[in-house]
């Protein structure tokens, strides 16, 4: 079963910072990126940024503000958001691409989604 814990949101004020973790159980035969996605009221799920082992890729909107690592364990990853403005509010979702031991396919999975919202 895999299982993507969310962990971070909340409540900020425009300026200022916060950090998202997540952390996947689950055994993989191969992950392909890790990384996040938000949602806004009325609006399409959008790439936040996502981690490979050889890059790290940002939507422009955080690209300069914004840094997404791997946590101590490589099952995790987090995202520093830094300048953060009231159009930075929505719900984050932690997302894997990988392949699952014993199948052939790559696949997404998803978590639960965090809010984050930033006041003026």
């Known amino acids: 079963q895999v299982q993507l814990v969310e962990s971070g949101g909340g409540l900020v004020q425009a300026g200022g910072s916060l950090t998202l973790s997540c952390r996947r159980t689950?055994?993989?035969?191969?992950?392909?990126?890790m990384g996040w996605y938000r949602q806004a009221p009325g609006k399409q799920r959008e790439l936040v940024a996502s981690?490979?082992?050889?890059?790290?890729i940002y939507a422009d909107s955080v690209k300069g503000r914004s840094t997404i690592s791997r946590g101590y364990a490589r099952d995790t990853v987090d995202l520093r958001m830094n300048s953060l403005k009231p159009e930075d509010t929505a719900v984050y979702y932690c997302?894997?691409?990988?392949?699952?031991?014993?199948?052939?396919?790559?696949?997404?999975?998803w978590g639960q989604g965090t809010q984050v919202t930033v006041s003026s």
């Open positions: 981690l490979t082992d050889d890059m790290a």
């Open positions: 689950g055994s993989f035969a191969s992950v392909l990126a």
């Open positions: 997302y894997v691409r990988g392949r699952r031991v014993g199948l052939n396919e790559f696949n997404d999975y």
